[in-house]
């Protein structure tokens, strides 16, 4: 198996960095729009990874969402399969549920760059191994994540416990958006402008920070997406 599926919900919620580590590993990245009526995959079987990907809707209804029941049936697959998942934003909620966690209401957005700090249970994970203890990510969500049983507490920020997790040995979800790069952050900030007024600084500090923030993210992106690029190469024994 070499075909990596990412799930892409809207279109400025990309895979953008998640697919060039995918690539670099010599996956076959096919990605999958739901917007755009296409099918979400019945099982696992031709999976070496499964990607799910953000988006404006709740993880919690099928209102505007029809496809949540097949994702959150296609991620329990994985997770009983042992397939190598990665889970971003509203993805790592539907990882969440799927595990048997829960999804519910923030106390209000979290927005723009802000820094998340790496548990100590980080220090021996396949993905956050050696990166550095805190690391300034995008963040783009309101509601927040009470985690699965078992589930191994990854990283949290000044406003919500729950930034990243993993489930199992293959699973990971991170609440906050790792992959973005430049132009990714400005589609955001046009797709999204009613949000992105509500970070710290409004949509411009968000824009302003971009070239600062993404020097020093680079390293620590790199590795936690090549890692995860080389479980997906590996499969469910790695």
């Not at 209804?61 to 029941?69: I, N």
Request: glycine share 10%.
């Amino acid at each position: 198996m070499t075909q990596a599926v990412i799930l892409q919900h809207v279109e400025p919620e990309g895979p953008f960095e998640i697919a060039s580590a995918l690539g670099r590993a010599g996956l076959d990245v096919h990605v999958v729009r739901v917007d755009r009526g296409e099918a979400v995959p019945r099982d696992t079987s031709d999976l070496a990874a499964l990607v799910v990907m953000g988006g404006p809707m709740s993880a919690t209804s099928d209102e505007g969402f029809p496809t949540r029941p097949a994702e959150l049936a296609l991620l329990r697959a994985a997770l009983d399969a042992a397939v190598p998942v990665l889970g971003v934003c509203l993805g790592a909620q539907l990882l969440a549920a799927a595990a048997g966690g829960r999804v519910v209401p923030g106390t209000g957005l979290e927005i723009g760059w802000a820094p998340v700090e790496l548990t100590a249970a980080a220090a021996s994970d396949p993905l956050f191994a050696g990166l550095p203890a805190t690391l300034t990510v995008l963040h783009w969500h309101g509601d927040t994540i009470e985690l699965p049983a078992g589930a191994m507490h990854l990283a949290r920020s000044a406003r919500y416990e729950h930034q990243a997790f993993r489930v199992g040995p293959n699973a990971w979800g991170l609440q906050f958006h790792v992959e973005v790069e430049a132009d990714a952050v400005r589609r955001f900030v046009e797709s999204f402008p009613e949000d992105a007024e509500q970070a710290p600084g409004g949509a411009r500090a968000i824009v302003d920070a971009v070239p600062g923030v993404l020097a020093e993210l680079l390293p620590a992106r790199t590795a936690l997406l090549d890692r995860f690029a080389t479980k997906g190469r590996l499969g469910s024994s790695a």
